[in-house]
C-alpha cells in the first residue's frame, strides 16, 4: 500500500488503477469550468442494503465467487465486517454493480459512519442529475440523500461585491433558523411526525453558537483565500463540533476546495421532493441578489449552553437522563466536541431571544406572542419531571417544542419575508 494524492487528498491504494475506485473528487480536472455543479450521495444502513446486495458484489475477488449463492443474512454479514476491518476514513470503494446499467453507480463506498453510500459523479446537467437519483431511488430504495450544489470560488465570493461573504453567513443564518422552525411546525401539524429526531441527533440538529463562530471565520477567511489547504479544511471536515452538522443546507468549503464552494442539502433524508426543493433554494439564492441577506450575517446564532440554564434543576436533570445519545469515549475531554454530543441541550431551543430576528423581520408586534410562547413552554416543560418512562417523556418535550412554533408565530415572519422576494422557488 501506498499514499496516492488526487486532487490534493491523499488516498491509500495500492496502484493508480485502484484509485479509480475512490470517491470522484470535484477539484479534478474533469469538473473544472462549468459554472454550477450538482453532487449526491445517498448513505445506507446495513439493513437497508439488501437491494443493493441483490445488484453489486464484493471488490474482493475471493469473496465475490460464491456471492450469489450466499442468502441475504450472509451477504449483510460479510458487509459488516468488512466495513469494521476497514480503518476510519477509509472510504474506498467496497461492493462493484454486477451488471452493466448505466443508471446506477458502478461502485458502493464505505461511510466512516459503518454503512455504505452510494455516490455520484458532479455533474452540471441539473434535468441528468434527478433522473440518476429517481433511478437509484426506484432500483436500490432511497438511502439517506445528501445533495451537494457548488460554483467556481472566485465566483461565490465575486459576485455579489467584497462583502459576499456576509451575504452568504446571512443567508445560511436564515434558511438554518428557517428550516429549523418549519420542522417544527410540521411537527405540530401532523402529529406522525413526533418523535422530531434530529433535535436528538448530534450532527442534525439546529445551529448552535460554536459551530456557528467556526462558520463565520471560515466563511470571512476563504474569502481572503485563507482556510483552504488541506490541515486547515479537516476542522469542518472531520470534528465532531464542524459548521457542517447541522439538520439544514451546510457551507461545506471542504468538498470542492480551493477550486469551487459548495453547498449542502442535509435534511432532505429519505424525501427527493424535499432534495429537490432544498437544491432549488440553493440555485435561487445564487441567481438573485443576496444583499437583502446581509443584514442577518449580525444575529447572533442559538447559546444551547446558556438557554438550557433557563430550565430548574429538576428539568435539567430530566432531560438529561432522557437523551438518547451517548458521548463517544474519543471525544469526552473535549468540550465543543463533547457538547456537540449532549443533545438535550437542544430542548432549550425555544428560548433563545428571538427579539433581534423579529425586528429585522420588520415584525416587532409579534415580540408579546413570542415571549408569551416562551413562557407557557418552559411552564409545560416543568411537568415532565413526571413521565417516568424516557421515551414518552422524550416525546412530551418534543411536542412542547413543536407546540411553542405554532404559539409563537415566528414562521410566518420568515416566510412572509420569502413571499415578499423569492414568490417562486423554481430552477
Known sequence: MQLIENSGLLFEAATLEELELKVFSYGSAQTIGSELQFGFESEYTIEESGKILEKYEPLDRVASICWAEKTLSEKKDWLKSTIESMGHGNKGAILVQRGADESLPKYIYRDDTKNIEVILE??????????????????????SMQAMVSIPRDLFFQAWGSDSYRMHLGWLNFVQEFDVLQRLLDGYERKSLFPLRSFDHPFLGPMVHYRHHLQKKFLRENASGDLLD??????????????KFVGSTAYRPDI????????????????????????DRIVSAWNSDLNQ?????????????????QFSLDVQEKLIEISPHKVPEAVK??????????VFRNYSYPLRDWSVWLSL?????????????????????????????????????????????YESGILEAFTE????DFSKWTH
Open 333 to 342: 475531554e473535549f468540550d465543543k466536541a463533547r457538547i456537540s454530543h449532549e
Open 256 to 279: 470542492a476546495a480551493p477550486t469551487r464552494i459548495c453547498y449542502e442539502v442535509r435534511d432532505a433524508h429519505k424525501n427527493l421532493d424535499l432534495l429537490k426543493h432544498k437544491v
Open 293 to 309: 441577506y446581509q443584514k442577518f450575517s449580525k444575529v447572533l446564532p442559538f447559546n444551547s449552553e446558556e438557554e438550557f440554564e
Open 230 to 243: 488541506d490541515e486547515s479544511l479537516i476542522r469542518p471536515s472531520r470534528r465532531d463540533h464542524s459548521f
Open 122 to 143: 458532479p455533474t452540471s446537467d441539473y434535468r441528468a442529475f434527478f433522473q440518476k437519483i429517481e433511478s437509484i431511488g426506484s432500483k436500490l430504495g432511497f438511502g
Open 361 to 405: 423581520l420588520d415584525c416587532t408586534d409579534l415580540l408579546t406572542q413570542v415571549q408569551k410562547a416562551q413562557e407557557d413552554f418552559k411552564l409545560r416543560m416543568s411537568n415532565i419531571t413526571a413521565y417516568k418512562n424516557a421515551v414518552s417523556a422524550r416525546s412530551f418535550a418534543q411536542k412542547n417544542i413543536c407546540l411553542f412554533a
Open 417 to 420: 419575508f420569502l413571499v415578499e
